[in-house]
């Protein structure tokens, strides 16, 4: 582009047609979606036109406001950035929002229901209030002493950058519902899920923080449990790599400060002749 | 009086975004005890979704920048209407305020020195903005929540205030209805911060969530507060446009702040095209010189993509009102082309704006490192509200205080990008100091019987509703005509006679909402909340509505096509709504107090 030149192309055409070159979706298209209470529930079917970039939870609000204006269903953002509309969308934990119906069949219902590892509380809707408490569990961040005179810290980019990643965790605990831990066992009184153990790598990871959760996460936080499946990976939608980047690294800290009693000695001194 | 859940605290705060969150740790450190009801879980708020960043004169990146530049700043990009007093104390307090939330854990982007980097941004002179990538808002968000929930503080999740109750001349307590079973909570409290955000559910086409229905507006309206500046409303110049549902989804301003540009159907770099007088010292005369000063080049003056956002709004409808949108009827915002200027081009804008990147992909199939985006105005931010004291943040009913963007006065006529997030944590800080300090001297209120008694049958009258039959009217039916009906006729471009028609509509709308009903039981029922949220909406709506009648001018984020200049005398005052003594809206004029001498010094030396 030269200087003073008002006139620039756009770097390239914008697509008229929809994804994937399929063929006009469907006009109306029908949602299975669970209707109940804490006692029980049953999917109830409901036929709702369908547009083009639809997303699931479009189509479930439109039936909320069109059909069924009692039917309970958690949202926020609509740009999967709060994480609140979590669901289980033919069987798979999504968020509604970011669940495209192009990418959906659509020849069949398609059917929506809460979170199935958290106790229901109506329709789309599951009680995730566990999740409130075992975060207030978990040792807070504790920075080290401020670098400048001034209060303030001095970090390089690269140390930010390693714990960015779980950082953009958004808290729609789909990771939660996933892990079969949580799921199948029902050890919430033992383990806080992959969710926490992504919290706590990010604090064990912080640049400035000098708190130990090394204790914690073998005993109270139960990360044993975990036998990495990596179920909690694939279903992220920050695409955060829980098991491989968070929770084996915290494994391997508890196995170096627990059993490996040499390591755990030159760790000690080393700390000690190494002020932080 | 009737039985309830109750609880008791000194200060009571609703809403938990960064303002409410700001204020309950602020409140909880005086030690005294805190009660926090949010509408939705914790972490969940709008603040969440804030993308560019906070502004603070920290002078990381810009050694000239300074409390006085941004205090010039921000009254320059609010034409002047605001409230000095808060531009002065925002622009001195910021920078505590975003070292502080470094001390409590937020990771912001760096500078190679290690400090905390800061970004460009419009309006704003200097780069100002300290940044996480473009997700800034969730980074401050947890880092308050992380913070906050190891203080003692009580909090009510998917908990919504109904009503304020009152012991006389002040404030005593709030309604509440905990969303899971339905039922209600009596809080009592001797101090109360509202901290409710915005009222963007108001338009049809918004950035904002179910939300945002301007709750502590109209609970603040009913309580007899004033609220003023309700005629600003900031219409973002680029929301997503196409696929339809997606519209409205907020692009962030950081696109252009590094170094995105704004096209239309011709390819022309229409910004170029109409530079407003008192902004043309400080923009680029040309495109090469707009792209040194995204690079950091001190010697550059920022392209015109980065002038305020209701300058920005308004010539993109210019674009496609006269025939040169783009083909879903916006216009093209163009990151892609950076590649012919940086080498690794594509890793850069995916660095720098992950979240855009993202959101165009999954959501609208468009790689931003390859093509445009097309983007067009949408209702993202209210720039009225309750009229509050500049140091204390307490409305003009006792014991009642407002933070955020419920609150007026910072960003008089029109927020710079940025400004809102900092607005969020000096005054939240602020509301929940004072909000403890009145507590802790003040005597514990009565609540009256009869008035608890009656907000909560009148929460219960859309049930009643329903099972006399008589009424059919869906709320949800409602709440479309009227974000239909603001959209159409008190949007961007206004004129009086749209206006009055909006008016008429709303008066409609309101007689039917007396006849709204909704099926089904209290528990976790959308459809009641509904009907409880439109009475907000209906409120806020006329509000915007009638001040934005009485300001016979444009200026800043109101644009009057029947009025296209600015009116010298409208400079003088802010508008305020208050509820009159009949129940009718009351509208009147409140004259500016004369800038303090080395306020105004600062000013002119800035010009």
């Known amino acids: 582009m030269t200087p003073n030149n008002a006139t620039t192309a756009p770097a390239s055409a914008v697509p008229s047609s929809p994804p994937g070159g399929s063929a006009s979706p469907p006009a109306q298209a029908r949602f299975d979606l669970w209707r109940g209470g804490a006692t029980g529930g049953r999917f109830v079917p409901y036929t709702t036109p369908v547009s083009e970039g639809m997303v699931v939870l479009d189509a479930v609000l439109q039936i909320q406001a069109e059909q069924a204006n009692d039917l309970a269903a958690r949202w926020n953002c609509k740009a999967g950035k709060c994480g609140s509309c979590s669901a289980e969308v033919n069987g798979k934990p999504r968020l509604m929002c970011m669940t495209r119906l192009s990418d959906l069949d659509l020849t069949k219902p398609v059917t929506v229901e809460p979170m199935r590892s958290f106790p229901p509380i109506k329709d789309l809707v599951s009680d995730v209030s566990w999740n409130f408490h075992v975060k207030k569990g978990i040792r807070p961040f504790t920075p080290r002493p401020p670098d400048a005179p001034d209060g303030t810290w001095r970090m390089a980019q690269a140390d930010v950058d390693r714990v960015q990643e779980f950082r953009k965790c958004i808290e729609c605990f789909l990771c939660q519902d996933v892990c079969h831990v949580l799921r199948e066992h029902h050890d919430h009184d033992v383990f806080i899920g992959p969710r926490f153990l992504v919290y706590t790598a990010a604090l064990e990871m912080h640049p400035l923080d000098v708190a130990d959760r090394t204790a914690d996460l073998r005993k109270a936080h139960g990360i044993g449990y975990c036998n990495i499946t990596k179920c909690c990976t694939s279903v992220c939608p920050e695409h955060i790599t829980i098991t491989d980047n968070a929770i084996i690294p915290l494994k391997e800290q508890v196995v170096d400060a627990f059993y490996d009693p040499i390591g755990r000695l030159v760790k000690i001194f080393s700390r000690r002749s190494a002020p932080r | ?435 403890a300090k009145f507590a802790s001297t003040a005597a514990a209120p009565r609540l009256d019987p009869t008035a608890v008694d009656t907000a909560a049958r009148q929460a219960l009258e859309p049930f009643a509703a329903s099972a006399s039959g008589n009424g059919a009217i869906s709320p949800f039916q409602i709440q479309h005509e009227l974000q239909a009906s603001m959209q159409d006729l008190v949007g961007i471009v206004r004129n009086e006679a749209d206006m009055t028609r909006a008016l008429g509509t709303l008066s409609q709308l309101n007689a039917q909402a007396a006849h ?34 009485e300001r ?24 305020v709504v208050r509820k009159g003594a009949s129940g009718a809206m009351e509208l009147s004029r409140r004259p500016i107090p004369p800038l303090p001498p080395e306020l105004a010094q600062v000013i002119e030396e800035m010009k």
Request: a neutral charge; one cysteine or more; proline letters at 3%.
């Open chain 2, 552 to 575: 016979k001018e444009s200026r800043g984020a109101q644009f009057r096509e029947d009025f296209p200049e600015k009116g010298a005398d409208y400079g003088r005052f802010n508008i």
């Open chain 2, 1 to 435: 009086m009737a039985e309830y859940e109750r609880s008791q605290h000194d200060v009571l705060i609703v809403g938990a975004g960064g303002a409410g969150l700001r204020a309950a740790i602020a409140a909880a450190d005086a030690k005294v005890s805190v009660g926090l009801v949010c509408k939705s879980l914790l972490g969940k708020a709008h603040t969440v979704m804030a993308e560019g960043g906070i502004a603070a004169a920290l002078a990381n990146v810009d050694d000239r920048d300074n409390w006085r530049v941004h205090f010039a700043d921000t009254m320059r990009g609010g034409q002047y209407l605001n409230n000095w007093r808060m531009a002065e104390l925002h622009a001195k307090e910021a920078p505590d305020r975003v070292k502080e939330l470094e001390a409590w854990g937020a990771l912001f982007d760096r500078t190679a020195d290690g400090r905390i980097l800061q970004r460009n941004f419009g309006g704003h002179k200097y780069p100002r903005l300290a940044h996480v990538g473009d997700r800034t808002g969730l980074e401050m968000i947890r880092t308050l929540q992380d913070h906050a929930i190891h203080l003692g503080i009580d909090v009510f999740m998917e908990c919504t205030v109904i009503a304020l109750l009152k012991d006389g001349d002040r404030v005593a307590g709030a309604l509440s209805y905990e969303r899971d079973r339905g039922r209600f909570r009596l809080h009592t409290a001797k101090a109360v911060v509202l901290a409710t955000g915005g009222i963007g559910k108001a338009f049809k086409i918004t950035s904002n969530s179910w939300e945002y229905t301007g709750d502590g507006l109209a609970l603040a309206y009913d309580a007899g507060a004033e609220l003023i500046d309700m005629e600003f409303v900031q219409f973002h110049p680029t929301g997503m446009i196409w696929p339809p549902s997606v519209r409205g989804i907020l692009v962030t301003e950081g696109v252009r702040g590094e170094g995105g540009i704004l096209l239309n159907r011709e390819g022309r770099r229409f910004m170029f095209d109409d530079i407003p007088e008192n902004y043309r010292n400080q923009t680029a005369d040309n495109e090469e010189e707009g792209w040194r000063y995204t690079q950091g080049d001190k010697s550059a003056r920022r392209p015109p993509e980065l002038l305020t956002r209701d300058h920005v709004a308004r010539c993109i409808v210019r674009e496609v009102r006269e025939g040169r949108g783009s083909p879903h009827g916006g216009v093209f915002l163009d990151i892609a082309w950076i590649k012919r200027r940086l080498p690794n081009a594509a890793e850069h804008i995916k660095k720098k704006l992950p979240s855009m990147y993202h959101q165009f992909k999954e959501l609208a199939d468009i790689d931003i490192t390859e093509q445009p985006m097309e983007v067009g105005p949408t209702t993202h931010y209210m720039m009225g509200g309750i009229r509050v004291d500049g140091d204390t943040q307490m409305s003009t009913v006792l014991g009642l205080f407002a933070a955020g963007e419920v609150a007026a006065g910072l960003h008089g006529a029109n927020r710079l990008g940025g400004n809102s997030l900092s607005d969020l944590l000096v005054f939240g800080k602020r509301a929940g100091d004072y909000a």
């Open chain 2, 516 to 549: 709204v009903a909704v099926s089904g039981n209290r528990e976790f029922n959308p459809g009641w909340h509904t009907a409880l949220d439109i009475r907000h909406q209906l409120i806020v709506a006329e509000a915007v509505t009638r001040s934005a009648i």
